[in-house]
Nanobody, 120 residues
Framework: QVQLVESGGGLVQAGGSLRLSCAAS????????MGWYRQAPGKQRELVAS??????NYVDSVKGRSTISRDNAKNTVYLQMNSLKPEDTAVYYC???????????????WGQGTQVTVSS
């Protein structure tokens, strides 16, 4: 199985920056894509950014302020968030589209989430 552990969340003032990281561990044959989702209280979970061999994707609200990157050797994905706004406040979840074994199918794996709070 694949385990994902997020880190880097915390409390930051509006206009500040955070870098979230997500490290994949366990049994990993291949990771095809990784991404960051977020869920604010009372709202639906939304995709913030994703990265794969096909490129990167961002939700419009973070374009120009955020950058997703991946270190394949470390099986780690990062989300650099700058110029943070109160509306960025949410629990951020790491996701991986991965294959644990060569003989198993692809599955979606989730981290436990890390809280990002942006004060106004």
């Amino acid at each position: 199985q694949v385990q994902l552990v997020e880190s880097g969340g915390g409390l930051v003032q509006a206009g500040g920056s955070l870098r979230l990281s997500c490290a994949a561990s366990g049994t990993i044959f291949s990771i095809y894509a990784m991404g960051w989702y977020r869920q604010a209280p009372g709202k639906q979970r939304e995709l913030v950014a994703s990265i794969s061999s096909g490129g990167t994707n961002y939700v419009d609200s973070v374009k120009g302020r955020s950058t997703i990157s991946r270190d394949n050797a470390k099986n780690t994905v990062y989300l650099q968030m700058n110029s943070l706004k109160p509306e960025d406040t949410a629990v951020y979840y790491c996701n991986a589209d991965a294959q644990a074994r060569a003989w198993t199918t692809r599955s979606s794996y989730w981290g436990q989430g890390t809280q990002v709070t942006v004060s106004s």
